[in-house]
């Protein structure tokens, strides 16, 4: 399974294109219960999760490591990084 976390210019982080989470809440607390879920129902599958982080060129750094945050809660290992060209 693979998901997709975007971050934006603003400050806002969508997963798989859905707004999650206010820009200005580093808990970030939609987004960690969310890649928990992900991860249970991905360890009961016996599959592994996969997570791509596309933060936009003027993205705050700070967002992307609230993104990096949520992931280590949920214990999700597997993640890469792109950059979105569209921004």
């Not at 200005?24 to 129902?41: F, S, V």
């Not at 936009?56 to 792109?82: E, H």
Request: hydrophobic share 45%.
């Amino acid at each position: 399974d693979e998901q997709t976390i975007s971050v934006e210019p603003s400050g806002q982080v969508l997963l798989n294109d859905d707004p999650i989470d206010a820009p200005n809440d580093p808990e970030m607390p939609k987004l960690t219960d969310t890649l928990k879920r992900l991860k249970q129902n991905a360890d009961a599958a016996k599959t592994t999760l996969l997570v791509t982080i596309a933060s936009a060129p003027k993205a705050p750094y700070f967002r992307t490591i609230d993104v990096l945050n949520a992931l280590a809660a949920a214990a999700i290992d597997n993640v890469t990084f792109t950059v979105e060209e569209a921004f």
